[in-house]
């Protein structure tokens, strides 16, 4: 996305998966403040809640991560991005910490099956944001079903 991030061994290295979604979420993000305005979620942010935010200035975006310590990374990187006043941080379980209705929520949540063996450098990341169950889908499923609510 043409931004430099800080990474530590706690997050996953932002990737060309990361790229698509924050794109996607971008576009979306414009769309709908061309129509009247918006507010994101932005469920797992690890590394990189600020592209969609600098990219997509019109929006609020509240991030979440499951652990403390990639959310103390995506504070510095929002830090080091100018964005403290315009993106939210906070921790938890998918949808679980988050109140009230969004416009989007997106994620690029762990979906590696377990049993899988990753190349080595993917291996040497966080397994906490790589592998779910049920064949790598557990934790899509139950965002997707956890947001019809939100
Ligand atoms: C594949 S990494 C993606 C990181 C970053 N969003 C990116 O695209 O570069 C998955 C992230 O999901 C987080 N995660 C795993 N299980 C979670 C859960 N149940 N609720 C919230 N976040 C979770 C992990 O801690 C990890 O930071």
Redesign the pocket.
């Known amino acids: 996305m043409g931004l430099d991030f800080v990474v530590t061994p706690a ?2 290295v ?2 060309p ?2 790229e698509v ?1 924050v794109q996607r979420a971008v576009e979306l993000a414009r769309e709908q403040h061309a129509r009247c305005g918006s507010r994101t979620s932005e ?6 809640p600020s592209p969609s935010r600098h990219y997509a200035p019109n929006v609020d975006v509240v991030a ?4 403390t310590e ?1 959310l103390e990374v995506a504070r510095r990187n929002v830090e080091v991005h100018g964005l403290g006043d315009r993106v939210q941080l906070i921790c ?3 949808m679980g910490p988050f109140v009230g209705s969004f416009d989007l929520v997106c994620a ?3 979906y590696v099956a377990g049993g899988i063996t990753p190349c080595p450098e993917v291996v040497a990341q966080p397994a ?3 592998y779910a169950d049920v064949n790598g889908s557990a ?1 899509v499923t139950r965002l997707m079903d956890d947001s019809r609510h939100t």
């Not at 469920?43 to 990189?48: C, L, R």
């Not at 979440?64 to 652990?67: F, H, L």
Request: proline share 11%; hydrophobic share 45%.
């Open positions: 997050v996953l932002p990737n998966d990361t979604l469920q797992a942010p690890d590394a990189s979440s991560d499951i652990t990639a938890g379980d998918l690029n949540l762990p906490r944001a790589l934790l």
